[in-house]
C-alpha cells in the first residue's frame, strides 16, 4: 500500500439517498467516512427540475403516512409536506375512450368482479411469503417460474381484469408483465403495503408531496457530509482482504475497513470485485434490470382541468402518459401537471427526437384533459433510460427465476462488502423511504463493526 | 485530444475468437487496429488446460460437421479435428437411478411418445420464427411472455419429458428453464441447427474435437496479431461523436474511427458510453445474463469405462454432473473423462470449498461408472462463474419480454460502435463457431466502412 492512500473507517459508494444516509448515520457514530459518486451531483433517483420558476421533483416525490422513514427524516430537516391535490373526477383511458371515476376505474362489471377475486387471491399469496425470505415460501418455485403475464394468462379471464394488472406494474413498477416473476411481484406488494396503499392517494404512497421538492432530502444530507462525498468519481474496482478494503475509483485508491455499495444491482455489477464474490451473489447483480420510465412536467396559464371538475390524475395502460397528478402549487397560480411514461412506452419514446416526445406527451394531455391542454406554457423530461447513471427506474426488478435462484444474496454482506440502496430493503425498495431504510441498516451493521 | 494519443482504424473491446477474428480480417484489409483485452490471456471462454500431461479444453471444445466456419478455420491453421470417442452405451440418471441407451434414453414410454410430439411442435414453432428476427415471429409477443418452466409446464404432460425439457435446457444452454423466455430458446434451437443437432455426436455439435485443443485457434490467430493486442487493459468508456470514437482504458485512452466490442451484453453494460446507448440497445445489455457452468476434468489410470462396454456419456438433470464425455486420447494411455456442471448445479457448486467440489463430482462419476471411478490419478476445474470477465458460461441468454422488447438491438451498430461476439451471432450463437461468424460479419461491415 501507498503511504499516499486515503483511509477511511466505511467507503460508501453511491450518493444517493441510501448512501447518504449511511455514511451521515455512521459519521454522527464517530467514524470516518468517504462517499464515492460517479455522477456530477448527489441524490441518484431523486433529482431537483423546474419548469416556470417552479422547482419540481424530477425523481421519486411522493411519500405516504406507511413511509415513516422518510417522514421522520424530513421532519427533522424541517421539510414539510403537502398534500397531493385530489378534488374532482379522475380520469382512466382504455382502448381511446376517456371516462371519469371517483374511487374505482371504470371497467366491466365481470371484471371488476375479477379484479375482487384477484385481489383477494394476491392478498392470500402475499400471505404465504415469510417476511425477508419469499424465496422460501412453500410454492416459491412456481411462482418464481411464471412471469406475471404468464400468471395473468392462466388466472384472468376478463379483458378489463387483465388490462387492469398490466397497467398496474406500468404504474407501479414501470415494467412490463412479461419482465418481472410472479413471485417478486407479490413480494413488490408485501413490502410495499399491499396494492390499495401503493396505488391510493389520500391514506396511500400518493398521499403527500414535501413542499420545495424531495430531492431536499439527500440534497440537506450531503450538505452535512460536505467534503467527505467525492463528485464524478466512479468506482471501478474493489479489492478486499483479512485486514480491509481497498478501493480503485477514477480519481485513485482509498482504503477501509468497510465498504456499502449504494448503488443499483447493475451498477454494482459494473464493478470488478477481487476477489470476486460468490456466484450466487454475481449472478443476482446480472439479474436485476431496471424498470423504464420518463418523467415530464407539463405547465399551463391555469390549472384549467380544475374548473372543469378534474383531479388532473389520470391513468392507462395503452397510452404513452401512462400515469398524470396535479403539481400546482394553488388554484391561483399558474397549473402544472406531472407524467410519468412507463415500461414499454418509457422505451419507445426514449427513442423520439425531444420534440416529438413533447408533441407525444401533449397529445394524450389533449386525449385525457381536451383542447386546453394543446397550449402549455412549459415543457420539461427527465429521460431516466438516458442516465447513464441510472439506465431506467424505479427501481431494480427480479425477471423469472432469479428470485428462487439468487434472491437469498440481495442483503447479504460478502465479507466486507455489505449492500445498500432502495433495492436491498425489506420494506418499500423502489420507494425513497426503501433508499433510507436500507442506509440505515447498512449503518447499524457498521456501527458496530468498524 | 492529447497528441499522446494512439490513433487506430478500428479498435476491438475483447480478445476472445470472435474480437480476434475481427481484428484479423481488418488488418488483413490493411486497417489499422488495436485489440483491448481485460484478462491477461486472449480466448476468452476459449481457454487451455491440462491434466495429467495432457492439453485439454477448459472452455469450448466440440464442433460439428454444420460449424463450416470454425472447420474452415482450423484447416486453415492446420489444426485436424478427431472424433469423439462414441462406442458403447451412454449412461442415463434419473431419480438416482442409471440406465443404459444407445440412441434413445431410457424413458418411460408416454414420456418418449410425448418428447415426439415435443420435437414435432418445437420443429413447427421455430419453423414460425423469421430468420435473424425471431421477436417479429406473429406469435413472438406470447412465446416471450413465458418462461420455458411454464411452458412445459402448460404443454408438458408426463414427468418424463418434463424431465428431458430441463435436462436440455441444463445441457445445451446452461440454465434453468424458469430463467429463458420459450421464444430464445426457441430461437437458440434454430440457430444451432435444431435439438437433434445441438445433443448430437455423430453428425451433431459433439461430433468431433481439436487436436491440441480448440483453444489453439483464438491463440493462433492471437500470435498473427502480436502487438496489435493488449492484455490486462479493461475499458471502461467509449466516447464517440462525428468524427471518431475515443476508448477510455485503465492504461489510457486511444481513438479509432469504429470501435468492435467483442465481449458478452453484461460487460458491455460495464462501458460507459457517452453519448449514452439507444435506451433499447442499454436495455437489452443489463438484461442478457450469463449460463452457469463448471468444466472439470477426471483423470484415471485407465479408460475403464471402454473396457466395460460404455463410452463414457453419461447425461442427468438431476446429478451434479449433468453432462459426461470421454476425453482419453486413446485405448492404452490414461483414461480422462471431461464432465460439466451445469446451471443451478453450477451456482451450488460454485459455493463449495474446492476439496468439497472435487468429492461431489467423483460421488457422481462413481454413481455413473461404479467404484473404479472412485481413484482418479488427476483432477483439474474451471469454474467459470468465478472467472470474473466470464461470471459464467456457455452463453447470455434472454429472460421473458426481452427478445420481443429489445431483440431486434443486438446487431445494430450504435453509431460507430459495432457488436461481435458470439451472442451476436445469428447462426450458432454460444458456440465457438457464432464467435468466429459474429467476428466476421463485424469485419466485413468495417472493411467497406473504415
Known sequence: MADSDRRYDVIVIGAGLSGLKTALELKKAGKSVLVLEARDRVGGRSMPGEICGQTVDFGGQWVGPQQTQLLAQARELGIETRPQYTEGANLLSRHGRVSRYTSTPKLPLPSLVELGLIERRW??????????????????????????????????????ARYFVRTIAGALLCIDTSQISYLHFLEMLRSCGGLETMIGVEGGAQQDKFAGGAWQIPKRLADILGAD????????????????????????????????????????????FAPGLPAR??????????????????????????????????????????????????????????????????????????????????????????????????????????????????????????????????????????????????????YLEGALRAGIRAADVLRQAA
Chains 1, 2 share one sequence.
Open 229 to 272: 462525498i467525492e463528485l464524478e468519481n466512479p468506482v471501478h474496482a474493489v479489492e478486499q482482504d483479512a485486514a480491509g478494503v481497498r478501493v480503485f475509483a477514477a480519481r485513485g485508491a482509498c482504503l477501509a475497513r468497510h465498504v456499502v455499495v449504494a448503488v443499483p444491482p447493475i451498477f454494482a455489477s459494473r464493478i470488478h
Open 123 to 160: 392478498r392470500r399469496d402475499i400471505a404465504a411469503l415469510p417476511l425477508g425470505a419469499p424465496w422460501s415460501a412453500e410454492r416459491a418455485r412456481e411462482w418464481d417460474a411464471l412471469s406475471l403475464e404468464s400468471w395473468a394468462l392462466r388466472h384472468v379471464r376478463t379483458e378489463g
Open 281 to 430: 451473489r454475481a449472478g443476482l447483480m446480472q439479474r436485476m434490470p431496471m424498470g423504464a420510465v420518463i418523467k415530464v412536467h407539463i405547465a399551463y396559464e391555469t390549472p384549467f382541468w380544475r374548473q372543469a371538475g378534474l383531479s388532473g390524475s389520470a391513468v392507462s395502460g395503452d397510452r404513452h402518459l401512462g400515469t398524470v397528478f396535479d403539481q400546482s402549487l394553488g388554484d391561483d397560480g399558474i397549473g402544472v401537471l406531472v407524467g410519468l411514461i412507463e415500461a414499454r412506452h418509457a422505451v419507445a419514446l426514449s427513442a423520439f427526437d425531444p420534440d416529438a416526445r413533447r408533441a407525444a406527451v401533449v397529445d394524450d394531455l389533449v386525449h385525457y384533459f381536451g383542447a386546453a391542454a394543446s397550449r402549455p406554457i412549459g415543457y420539461v423530461e427527465q429521460d431516466w433510460l438516458a442516465e447513464p447513471w441510472s439506465l431506467g427506474g424505479y427501481a431494480a426488478h427480479m425477471p423469472p427465476g432469479v428470485m428462487t435462484g439468487y434472491g437469498d444474496t440481495l442483503r447479504e454482506p460478502c465479507g466486507r462488502i455489505h449492500w445498500a440502496g432502495t433495492e436491498a430493503a425489506t420494506e418499500f425498495p423502489g
